[in-house]
């Protein structure tokens, strides 16, 4: 996937960071969570009696006059169209924004037959004057500055055209309503079909809608079958979240709810394009309620770094690339499901709590069983993490050429020549000398246990808890979960640790659900879960705390599960007091900036004990960074496959850092660390990257 | 002042219509008059209640006959009800020439009592789908307008009047 020109990133991202504070401003007083949580069931609902509505929605627009055809696929519903033009003599039709005719490719199909169809949503119309693609949902020329489009003008006008973009719209008007009422049809999308009145409805901004319904005589419906909803009522619930959510507004200039035919004859054209098969699917139809809001969009990491063009076939970023996977094909969406980092950022903000990454994390398990996988993940995953043993062993081996590998800095010596995209940007760490269980045995363990400092307590007055460390930690930063366990230990715990084994993320992650499965079993099978368990990677923690169970559906699993606790959020709970009275004499406030693993944020929500733990342990509050919630772009596997993107995220994310004049990051995620301790170290940067537990350890001391 | 009507005042403001408030209709028709003069409009589109006569219709030179005009000056409208949650304006539309009153002119007035401010749409749910029900000719339309015609389609940059009317002149009697 290729990254996009800087000036346009920048664009991008001014647009999405506006966005967000437009919408958290129409959102004041509304409670988001209340709102989206019934719009989902209203849709789940809806979806259920998906035939039922349809049926009910066509016979009622059949009382109104209107003409209601059904469509299997692209093809069927172009031919509709075609015939509906060739009955009307119609030679030129007009758009108002219909993504599904975009999926059907209805322009070039028409244009193929002679008749012409403009859009007239201003964005729209310039890329279609430009020849080129929209780019955005809901911005469809996002990618075009003032400058291109005035350009644009002047060469298609034949004389010059000033970059005004007030000038730019009123030429725009003039020359798109010339074109409307030249039109012998007006074709529009639909944003809902109510099934009990059978009327249709739109939102727009800009009025083009009205007109294309108003003048053209011929009023063609393209919309496809997931749109209906039982009633009038529920458009209105629609309504209340649909704007505030897709451009950070209250309600959209115009909205209209159409209910037969006007100046002429309407027909609604209802495609399903593959949406039973979905809607049929357990898992997947979910998707279905997607109400195209594009918020997903507007706050992905990875679209505002490579586009719209990029990330897309014809639905753009995540819920884009699960809609192309029915629609276009699994072979369509093989890429695209590469690039979503798994960040999960997109729930936060989905109307309708599509879990977006899951299902591309499901979608990942598809494409690698109809399409296979490349060579490298089945040797990682297939190969070694199945099985426990090997992967045990290939971390020995790395650690006996630890002297070759590393330079003692604690970092690996650079990549060769032709793996430099892997660590251009930042440093690889040096697997550690000693794993995670080695050194907590020697220090924690039954025999030569140092103990006995002050403070400490030796039998664990509070009780046993087990920690679990986590691939990175086992193998390259034991100093994570030794800190982890000194703290429990201080805070009078007696600590054990959980079996250096993988938890079974990454090939889960990757769609290798059954080497995830023997990975996980492995673990599971050694580890004890009748107290809690404490992680410091939130990643790990997803797959004990959730996956794990889902894979297995073990009720072995299922009771690790409930006992598994963050590291942060066991200490901001359970201790709360002896945090509020963490004495750090003589120690210096150090300023400090904190990075929310996504993890940790969007799926643990732990992100505000953590803070609360570095702000004691380091005696300042944070200085927060711009979008400290923004991927570092490690994300595992994401990384490997996508370097260039890993490496845009990383850069954005050291400078956010840069910026808050910070001389620590704070973070809850090894894979964040090794992403942003490594970055600082390639860009030269003096701020310490460190693991919330080991400042808290430090506070300690 | 009514709250909801110092709300609906306030969000229609914020979606960049312009409120003007009157005592009572004869005020309203006088404003109409000189709003007429000022804008230099010789003729524009009414709303076909409107257009039965009377005061108002009287005040605002318009167009007797069906027509297929591409540029008109001004349209003089009158909406069902108001929502203070959004300061929508909503319409239930009799024809296409009522929505061309609405959507073509550059400048679109529209009056509203103030009796006929709602909260939210929820509250004139029940009359929204009894019209949306109706069959017959012609179909049944429900418009809701908030403020001029907008579009941010370039650079992101608020425009207004791409399509519909850049100026949406609310008269609340």
């Known amino acids: ?91 030129k039709l007009v758009k108002s924004k219909s993504m599904v005719s975009e999926e059907t490719g209805l322009n070039d199909f028409l244009a193929g037959h002679h008749i012409e169809a403009r859009e007239t949503d201003l964005g729209e119309w310039i890329v279609q004057l430009a020849a080129e693609r929209p780019t955005h ?60 009145n059978g009327a249709v409805m739109l939102v727009t901004n800009e009025g083009n809608g009205r007109l294309v319904t108003s003048v053209p005589p011929v009023h063609i419906v393209l919309t496809s079958i997931e749109k209906v909803v039982p009633t009038t009522a529920d458009t209105l619930t629609l309504l209340r979240l649909l704007p505030r959510n897709a451009t950070g507004q209250s309600i959209t200039s115009c909205v209209s709810f159409i209910a037969g035919p006007h100046r002429g004859p309407q027909y609604i054209i209802l495609l399903d394009n593959h949406r039973s098969e ?80 899951d299902l591309i994390t499901a979608l990942a398990g598809r494409i690698k069983k109809t399409h296979g996988a490349p060579v490298w993940k089945r040797f990682a995953f297939d190969g070694i993490m199945a099985s426990p043993g090997l992967h045990k062993t290939a971390f020995r081996a790395a650690r006996t050429a630890r002297r070759i590998i590393s330079k003692e800095d604690g970092f690996s010596r650079k990549l060769p020549a032709w793996m430099k995209r892997y660590d251009r940007f930042r440093a690889l760490p040096a697997p550690a000398s000693k794993s995670f269980a080695r050194l907590f045995k020697k220090e924690f363990g039954m025999k030569g246990a140092k103990g006995g400092e002050p403070g400490a307590t030796k039998g664990g007055a509070k009780g046993t808890v087990t920690i679990f460390g986590g691939c990175l930690v086992e193998h390259f930063y034991p100093e994570i979960g030794l800190a982890a366990a000194r703290v429990l230990r201080k805070l009078g715990y007696e600590v054990k640790a959980a079996p250096g084994l993988c938890c079974g993320f990454p090939p889960a992650n990757a769609g290798f659900d059954k080497a995830a499965a023997e990975a996980f079993g492995a673990l599971l099978e050694k580890i004890e879960i009748g107290r809690p368990v404490v992680t410091v990677c939130p990643t790990c923690t997803t797959m004990l705390a959730k996956r794990g169970a889902e894979i297995t559906g073990s009720e072995k699993a299922k009771a690790l599960a409930a006992n598994v606790i963050p590291f942060s959020r066991f200490v901001a709970e359970h201790e709360k007091e002896a945090v509020e009275h963490l004495t750090c004499e003589g120690r210096p406030a150090l300023r400090a900036t904190y990075h929310d693993s996504c993890h940790h944020k969007n799926l643990l929500k732990a992100e505000r004990c953590s803070r609360a733990l570095v702000e004691a342990a380091l005696r300042a509050p944070i200085t927060e960074m711009d979008e400290p919630d923004a991927c570092c772009g490690f994300a595992g596997t994401f990384s490997v496959d996508n370097p260039e993107i890993s490496a845009e995220l990383l850069a954005d994310k050291l400078e956010a850092i840069e910026r808050t004049g910070a001389t620590v990051v704070a973070m809850d995620c090894p894979g964040c660390l090794l992403q942003i301790r490594g970055g600082c170290k390639r860009k030269g940067l003096a701020v310490r990257a460190a693991h919330t537990a080991e400042l808290l350890e430090e506070a300690l001391k | ?135 017959g000719s012609p179909s049944p339309q429900v418009s809701l307008v908030t403020g001029p015609s907008r579009t941010a389609d370039i650079e992101n940059q608020l425009t207004i009047g791409v399509h519909g009317p850049a100026r949406l002149v609310i008269l609340l009697t």
């Open chain 1, 1 to 91: 996937m290729k990254t996009i020109d800087p000036a346009l990133k920048k664009v991008l991202q001014e647009f999405s960071r506006s966005f967000r504070v437009k919408r958290q401003n129409v959102l004041k007083g509304y409670d988001f969570e209340e709102l989206r949580t019934a719009l989902a069931a209203l849709k789940d609902d809806a979806l259920d009696r998906n035939a039922e509505l349809l049926d009910q929605f066509e016979a009622r627009a059949r009382a109104h006059g209107s003409v209601v055809l059904r469509a299997r696929d692209s093809a069927e519903a172009n031919a509709q169209i075609l015939k509906v033009c060739r009955d009307h003599g119609v030679d």
């Open chain 1, 137 to 196: 949902m809901v911005m469809p020329a996002i990618h075009m500055t003032r400058r291109d489009v005035a350009a644009l003008f002047s060469e298609k006008m034949g004389r010059p055209i000033s970059d005004d973009i007030g000038g730019l719209v009123r030429l725009a008007r003039g020359e798109i309503r010339k074109e409307i009422f030249a039109a012998g049809a007006g074709l529009t999308g639909a944003n809902a079909l109510i099934a009990e």
């Open chain 2, 1 to 135: 002042m009514d709250s909801l009507v110092e709300r609906f005042i306030e969000k229609a403001t914020l979606a960049g219509a312009e409120v003007h408030s009157f005592s009572g209709l004869n005020e309203a028709v006088d404003f109409l008059k000189s709003f007429v003069k000022e804008n230099k409009i010789a003729e524009g589109l009414i709303s076909m209640d409107l257009k039965k006569g009377g005061p108002v219709a009287e005040a605002f030179p318009h167009l007797e006959t069906k027509t297929e005009a591409m540029w008109v000056g001004a349209g003089l409208v009158a909406a069902d009800f108001g929502i203070a949650e959004t300061g929508t304006l909503v319409h239930f539309d009799q024809g296409d020439e009522e929505k061309k009153a609405w959507t073509l002119p550059d400048i679109c007035l529209c009056l509203l009592e103030r009796a006929k401010i709602v909260p939210d749409l929820e509250a004139i749910a029940p009359q929204i789908a009894g019209h949306l029900a109706r069959t």
């Open chain 1, 278 to 357: 979905m809607l049929a699917d357990p898992r997947f139809r979910e998707t279905l309620r997607c109400i195209k809001c594009s918020a997903c969009l507007n706050v992905c990491p990875v679209y505002q770094i490579i586009g719209g063009e990029e990330y897309s076939h014809i639905y753009m970023g995540g819920i884009g690339t699960l809609f192309t996977a029915w629609i276009h094909g699994l072979k369509a969406s093989k890429e695209l499901a590469k690039v979503c980092l798994r960040c999960h950022r997109c729930e936060e903000y989905c109307a309708t709590k599509i879990p977006i990454a």
